[in-house]
């Protein structure tokens, strides 16, 4: 199989705290992983591409102080969100890979974020 | 950018009924990939597709690469209730990793 978690699967907090999400491959070594933030009803928009041991490769528009990401291991990477903001609301969704090409992105169930 | 126009944006259908979506881009893909999301969960992987002119199904799901390498179709056929979702295509680009998103087609099955 091809199972991705991510943790919390909800979390609230107040504007101004830092939250962490969790995103973990349990069944295989992923050595790419990727974010990504859906808006509701609305398609899934790239956040970052992280590589096992380097430095995440943020798309234009995401600010890489606000959205920190570490792929530590090959099975987990994790995204904060520091000083969040109501704006920052919405559902964040990781995936992973097996290899840096690629070929096949398995999803996690995603991360609902509200910002109070 | 790049652009992957997606379409129907949604469908009403009735259970039995055969539905079709497709996807075009602007460029060309190397790998096309259909995934289906349900509510308040991440895109499950239907059908990966890696060659030009490809035709692969899982059940009742059916999708082909186009040979243009432009275009994708997926097909679903004698549709259930569980059916039910937003399915989205994605592209990778003959470069890199990272995958594009169509808007998604919302399906929508009445028992």
């Known amino acids: 199989g091809a199972v991705v978690s991510q943790h919390p699967s909800r979390v609230i907090c107040k504007s101004g705290t830092s939250v962490k999400i969790e995103c973990r491959s349990l069944?295989?070594?992923?050595?790419?992983m990727f974010w990504y933030r859906q808006f509701p009803k609305k398609s899934l928009m790239l956040m970052a591409t992280?590589?096992?041991?380097?430095?995440?490769?943020?798309e234009q528009g995401v600010e890489k102080d606000k959205f920190l990401i570490n792929h530590a291991s090959l099975t987990l990477s994790t995204l904060t969100v520091t000083s969040a903001h109501p704006e920052d609301s919405s559902f964040y969704i990781c995936?992973?890979?097996?290899?840096?090409?690629?070929?096949?992105?398995?999803f996690g169930p995603g991360t609902r974020l509200t910002v109070t | 950018g790049q652009q992957l126009n997606q379409s129907p944006q949604s469908m009403f259908i009735q259970e039995g009924e055969d539905v079709s979506m497709n996807c075009t881009s602007s460029?060309?893909?190397?790998?096309w990939l259909w995934y289906k999301q349900e509510p308040g969960e991440g895109p499950v992987l239907l059908i990966a597709?890696?060659?030009?002119?490809e035709l692969t199904s899982n059940g009742r799901l059916t999708a082909q690469f186009g040979i243009t390498r432009k275009d994708s179709f997926l097909n679903i056929s004698a549709s259930i209730p569980s059916d039910v979702g937003i399915y989205f295509c994605?592209?990778?680009?003959?470069?890199?990793?990272?995958?594009?998103f169509g808007e998604g087609t919302q399906l929508t099955v009445n028992p």
């Open positions: 995936s992973a890979s097996r290899d840096r090409l690629a070929y096949e992105q398995y």
């Open positions: 069944d295989f070594q992923a050595t790419t």
């Open positions: 992280s590589n096992e041991g380097s430095k995440a490769t943020y």
């Open positions: 460029s060309i893909f190397n790998t």
């Open positions: 597709l890696y060659k030009a002119g």
């Open positions: 994605a592209g990778r680009e003959t470069s890199g990793s990272r995958l594009t």
